[in-house]
T-cell receptor
Framework: DADVTQTPRNRITKTGKRIMLECSQT?????MYWYRQDPGLGLQLIYY???????NKGEISDGYSVSRQAQAKFSLSLESAIPNQTALYFC?????????????FGPGTRLLVL | GEDVEQSLFLSVREGDSSVINCTYT??????LYWYKQEPGAGLQLLTY???NMDMKQDQRLTVLLNKKDKHLSLRIADTQTGDSAIYFC???????????WGLGTSLAVNP
């Protein structure tokens, strides 16, 4: 969905490096989410934010941190990347008042940690 | 429990109907969703259904919900090669609408 953008789209980094993945949205949604996707494991929720001042841990938040800089921006950081954080990362947004709370996804960031 | 279960693979012939099934355990679910993920792409919403509905139809897609059995299905009529993708079932409940996801069903359409 072009209304939700993620940068970078692909990233290779080394163990121990700090990296940031960024997400921007033009949908005007208050709620934003970060997921990771691993083959055979489906989607796992890392962090979610219901508004700029509300940030919550998801199922697998260890090793990650987030920042909600504005309604439209939600970034995910890996403070010290490790190889098992190699995955596909998705950002999503939603508005519980519309479309049944449907989540709209960005195109994903493919991360490889060497 | 909040589990959502789907079979991992489905293979059909082009032109046939595909039926992808999903079961869930949370009886308080109010919204149920089907998403499609094409290779190398993000997840795209296909359709969603409210828990007080039994069926929803949208062109080639038919969603059936059996709330008593906590069973959701997605039927794709006249399946095309472009329908080859992974299909995810998800449900949400309550005001926080945090979605619970299945592992996805990989649909292969053979010519």
């Amino acid at each position: 969905d072009a209304d939700v953008t993620q940068t970078p789209r692909n990233r290779i980094t080394k163990t121990g490096k700090r990296i940031m993945l960024e997400c921007s949205q033009t949908k005007g949604h208050d709620r934003m989410y970060w997921y990771r996707q691993d083959p055979g494991l489906g989607l796992q929720l890392i962090y979610y934010s219901f508004d700029v001042k509300d940030i919550n841990k998801g199922e697998i938040s260890d090793g990650y941190s987030v920042s909600r800089q504005a309604q439209a921006k939600f970034s995910l950081s890996l403070e010290s990347a490790i190889p098992n954080q190699t995955a596909l990362y998705f950002c999503a947004t939603s508005d519980p008042r519309t479309s049944g709370g449907t989540q709209y996804f960005g195109p994903g960031t493919r991360l490889l940690v060497l | 429990g909040e589990d959502v279960e789907q079979s991992l693979f489905l293979s059909v012939r082009e032109g046939d109907s595909s039926v992808i099934n999903c079961t869930y355990t949370d009886s308080s679910s109010t919204y149920l969703y089907w998403y499609k993920q094409e290779p190398g792409a993000g997840l795209q919403l296909l359709t969603y259904i409210f828990s007080n509905m039994d069926m929803k139809q949208d062109q080639r897609l038919t969603v059936l919900l059996n709330k008593k059995d906590k069973h959701l299905s997605l039927r794709i009529a006249d399946t095309q090669t472009g329908d080859s993708a992974i299909y995810f079932c998800a449900h949400g409940a309550g005001n926080n609408r945090k979605l619970i996801w299945g592992l996805g069903t990989s649909l292969a359409v053979n010519p």
